[in-house]
Nanobody, 116 residues
Framework: QVQLVESGGGLVQPGGSLRLSCAAT????????LGWYRQAPGKQRELVAS???????LYADSVKGRFTISRDNAKQSVSLQMNSLKPEDTAVYYC??????????WGQGTQVTVSS
């Protein structure tokens, strides 16, 4: 059974930092393209950052220079380091692992709230 479990969300003040982690089981993790998405209330889910099986990162313009995605294949985990957080970063963040449309898995989400 495939499981993606996110952790690390919470409440942080503007300008602060959080680190999200996602632990995967049940897949050949090293083969998967990994991503972090987010969905704010009333908005569509959007891609925040992704990382290929060979470690190439891609970022949404809104988070470039502030967020860093990384993967640890040995631990079957993917992380998102979020710095200089803004109120507009508030959303539920989801971990995704994908090889194809038939192998596309999601975590349950973790809430990130940026507020003073």
């Amino acid at each position: 059974q495939v499981q993606l479990v996110e952790s690390g969300g919470g409440l942080v003040q503007p300008g602060g930092s959080l680190r999200l982690s996602c632990a995967a089981t049940g897949i050949r993790f090293s083969l998967y393209h990994l991503g972090w998405y987010r969905q704010a209330p009333g908005k569509q889910r959007e891609l925040v950052a992704s990382i290929t099986s060979v470690g190439t990162g891609l970022y949404a313009d809104s988070v470039k220079g502030r967020f860093t995605i990384s993967r640890d294949n040995a631990k079957q985990s993917v992380s998102l380091q979020m710095n200089s957080l803004k109120p507009e970063d508030t959303a539920v963040y989801y971990c995704n692992a994908q090889i194809s449309s038939l192998s596309d898995f999601w975590g349950q989400g973790t809430q990130v709230t940026v507020s003073s």
